[in-house]
């Protein structure tokens, strides 16, 4: 069955049938909408399946077009699948983003650092407590008489002083100041650490911060730095 003309609606032969913008056109009527002149596949532009000659095609706007309802609807569908996409995204990492966060090498360099800076401070806090923890227990404190000869004192300041004397030396003396009893056994870690075990009092307690403490062992009469957790004020 032939077609029928996109502009006439006859019958179109074969042999004259002009097949173009979709559509079946005889050789004379595929003419230029506005000033009717023939047109062939070569000179032809077409505008919502019409065609149209070079002179009279129609001038797009496209800055309308960037404005029309289809457009703004288009960019609304984008900014909330946009937004779809990103609660997805935070829903599967929540509850998990930290702990992946915490094993970072950064965040563990970072980590290092910090505690290499509240070494340093912790030394320095313990030589400063140290100086100022040395002078109750020096011979002339008026309590040693209750437990040394003035002659013994004497020859105390005479010798030069080792450190063994000076941990050995207030064992039987009276404690002052504040005084804690050990909840669990402590094995020093350091040099400038006390080593003690469950029930031991510690005495002439100096609080340095809030993780370390300085003073004696009444059991021993070793003196040094201690963990505030080991203890309990007695």
């Given at each position: 069955m032939n077609p029928m003309c996109g502009?006439?609606?006859?019958?179109v032969y074969p042999t004259e049938k002009v097949n173009c913008l979709?559509?079946?056109?005889?050789?004379?009527?595929?003419?230029?909408?506005?000033?009717?002149?023939?047109?062939?596949?070569?000179?032809?532009?077409?505008?919502?399946?019409?065609?149209y000659c070079n002179a009279h095609y129609p001038k797009t706007n496209f800055t309308c077009v960037a404005d029309t309802p289809e457009n703004l609807r288009l960019k609304q569908q984008t900014k909330m699948q946009s937004q779809v996409h990103y609660k997805e995204d935070f829903e599967k990492n929540k509850g998990k983003g930290f702990?992946?966060?915490?094993?970072?090498?950064?965040?563990?360099?970072?980590?290092?650092?910090?505690?290499?800076?509240?070494?340093?401070?912790?030394?320095?806090d313990f030589e400063k407590m140290k100086t100022g923890a040395d002078a109750p227990y020096q011979p002339s404190n008026p309590n040693q008489g209750s437990y040394q000869q003035p002659a013994a004192s004497q020859d105390y300041h005479q010798r030069e002083p080792t450190p063994e004397p000076?941990?050995?030396?207030?064992?039987?003396?009276?404690?002052?100041?504040?005084?804690?009893?050990?909840?669990?056994?402590?094995?020093?870690?350091?040099?400038?650490?006390?080593?003690?075990?469950?029930?031991?009092?510690?005495?002439?307690?100096q609080k340095i911060d809030d993780g370390w403490m300085y003073g004696r062992v009444e059991r021993t009469g070793q003196q040094g730095m201690l963990p505030a957790n080991y203890v309990d004020e007695f």
């Open positions: 502009r006439c609606n006859q019958v979709d559509k079946y056109w005889h050789k004379g009527c595929f003419s230029c909408e506005i000033c009717k002149m023939t047109l062939n596949m070569k000179n032809y532009k077409g505008f919502e399946k019409r065609p702990s992946v966060v915490a094993d970072t090498p950064e965040l563990q360099r970072i980590k290092k650092t910090q505690d290499q800076i509240s070494n340093i401070k912790y030394h320095e000076v941990r050995e030396a207030p064992a039987n003396r009276p404690s002052s100041g504040r005084r804690y009893r050990a909840v669990y056994d402590y094995t020093a870690a350091d040099d400038d650490e006390v080593s003690f075990l469950d029930g031991d009092m510690i005495v002439d307690v």
